[in-house]
T-cell receptor, first 114, second 110 residues
Framework: SQTIHQWPATLVQPVGSPLSLECTVE??????LYWYRQAAGRGLQLLFY??????ISSEVPQNLSASRPQDRQFILSSKKLLLSDSGFYLC?????????????FGSGTRLTVV | QKEVEQNSGPLSVPEGAIASLNCTYS??????FFWYRQYSGKSPELIMS????GDKEDGRFTAQLNKASQYVSLLIRDSQPSDSATYLC??????????FGQGTRLTINP
């Protein structure tokens, strides 16, 4: 069966510090991968998605970036965090072209920028 | 106009009653629709998917889709306190993107 791992679960970082969040998927190949952010009390905002290694699409202009160095690995990064980057970051995967089955989410990383 | 709209609630329903959650979407060509449940502090979990007009039932949950009206709903029968959560409506747009509504917070009162 497929599983998705996301870490760390919580993170407190000072303004201006770098960020690296990692997500890996097991039990499938060539998944579509996604990064979402959820601000407190809000819906999910799509940040990036990837349909293959090295292929990244950005949905929202910001100081965040994403990379996909391996088929089942998706990384969210920032060189300098802002207070507004605080939120609940969620990685998700879908089965390539078969995204009609919906997305499966990781357990999320709660980021607080102080 | 937002791509996917839901009433944010909160929606309060007595235990044992039917909870009705509604969602509208703007993209007429959307074909795939989902309901996710999110407990406080947790990640969303998929509870229902629907692709054709009409009703789809799974246990106590029924999803309803009306593409002409661009409307999706979720009914929860015999509501339980464990159903208290935020319910997110989501719609596939384009080839790859799942777009979410802001969610409706549901509280089931014992």
């Amino acid at each position: 069966s497929q599983t998705i791992h996301q870490w760390p679960a919580t993170l407190v970082q000072p303004v201006g510090s770098p960020l690296s969040l990692e997500c890996t998927v097991e039990g499938t190949s060539n998944p579509n991968l996604y990064w979402y952010r959820q601000a407190a009390g809000r819906g999910l905002q799509l940040l990036f998605y990837s349909v293959g290694i090295g292929q990244i699409s950005s949905e929202v202009p910001q100081n965040l970036s994403a990379s996909r160095p391996q088929d089942r690995q998706f990384i969210l990064s920032s060189k300098k965090l802002l207070l507004s980057d605080s939120g609940f970051y969620l990685c998700a995967w879908s089965a390539g072209h078969r995204n009609n089955y919906g997305y499966t989410f990781g357990s999320g990383t709660r980021l607080t920028v102080v | 106009q937002k791509e996917v709209e839901q009433n944010s609630g909160p929606l309060s329903v007595p235990e044992g009653a039917i909870a009705s959650l509604n969602c509208t979407y703007s993209d007429r060509v959307s074909q795939s629709f989902f309901w996710y449940r999110q407990y406080s502090g947790k990640s969303p979990e998929l509870i229902m998917s629907i692709y054709s007009n009409g009703d789809k039932e799974d246990g106590r949950f029924t999803a309803q889709l009306n593409k002409a009206s661009q409307y999706v709903s979720l009914l929860i029968r015999d509501s339980q306190p464990s159903d208290s959560a935020t319910y997110l409506c989501a719609v596939i747009q384009g080839a790859q993107k799942l777009v979410f509504g802001q969610g409706t917070r549901l509280t089931i009162n014992p």
